[in-house]
């Protein structure tokens, strides 16, 4: 419990810090409102943005069809070897420093996750720092899409986790309650760990930054893929649907708050892409 409390107040120290360095934020269109007014349109701009997440696929042309094909088709690759990496790490599974998983286990679990992102959100909110509010919706409205979606699809999915010791092949779909142990397709723990960091970077041009931030969002699906709680695959997807959700929500927060913390984006983004070649399968980031 302790170590619950330290990390969560070095967290909220850290972020504030880097929140207030810049005091030229302003949301002018709620200048006029009180805190209460606040809470409650940014409670809305929260509810919007998981229905816009959710409503995108109606609105998809085609090169979000192509991005989705190409999801999909690294999925299945991944898939096939499901099996063979879960196989290989048992073979340095036991050198892994148990710190590192259970911070992983823990900083990916939804109980964590909400606190640490509703603490982020109430800090700006009471502090009247915008910078730190609206990242606090984006937090708070990214992790309650992918958690309410990873929620729902894994009991439709119903695929064995790799701890059930069936194969990567097995599924007990179409379950209203949950099945432990046959709900491993998404993961909940990669998509609210990888989101935080996500979002977090958007806040750096820094290409180190980034690549720090994206590596302590990874450590939840590198500790479940020890744990053997879930496949490769499971953990790749997870990760490049909480970039779609934050993309996004992002978008939709743009147009709600009258500061947009990554202008940048417009001149140069981050791209994502999956690279396969005869002998390796992989995810490339260009910033």
């Known amino acids: 419990m302790k170590k619950k409390i330290v990390l969560s107040i070095t967290f909220l120290l850290v972020i504030n810090f880097v929140f207030s360095q810049d005091s030229k934020y302003s949301l002018n269109i709620n200048k006029e409102r009180n805190l209460w007014q606040e809470f409650t349109y940014d409670l809305g ?18 090169d979000q069809f192509a991005n989705l094909g190409l999801i999909a088709a690294g999925t299945a690759a991944l898939y096939t070897i499901d099996d063979n990496v879960d196989n290989w790490a048992n073979n340095w599974r036991g050198d892994v420093p148990r710190w590192l998983t259970d911070y992983g286990n823990e900083y990916g679990g939804p109980n964590t996750n909400f606190r640490l992102t509703g603490a982020v959100y109430l800090v700006g909110l009471f502090t009247k720092n915008p910078k730190l509010r609206r990242t606090g919706v984006l937090l708070i409205s990214s992790a309650s899409a992918a958690g309410l979606l990873q929620q729902i699809s894994k009991r439709i999915i119903g695929r064995a986790r790799p701890k059930a010791n069936v194969g990567k092949n097995v599924f007990d779909p ?31 041009d820094n290409p180190w930054i980034k690549a720090g931030l994206y590596t302590v969002g990874s450590i939840p699906g590198f500790a479940r893929i020890v744990d053997r709680f879930h496949w490769l695959s499971d953990v790749v997807f997870s990760t490049a649907l909480s970039i779609f959700i934050v993309e996004t929500i992002d978008r939709y927060l743009d147009r709600k708050y009258d500061e947009k913390y990554n202008d940048k984006r417009i001149k140069k983004k981050v791209a994502w892409d999956f690279q396969f070649t005869p002998q390796s399968f992989g995810v490339v980031m260009n910033f």
């Open 174 to 204: 179409l379950h209203f309650d949950r099945v432990y142990n046959y709900d491993s397709f998404p993961s909940g723990h990669v998509m609210l760990g990888f989101t935080n960091a996500y979002v977090l970077a958007k806040h750096f």
């Open 45 to 62: 701009n929260i509810a919007g943005g998981i229905g816009y997440a959710y409503s995108r696929p109606l609105y998809w042309k085609k």
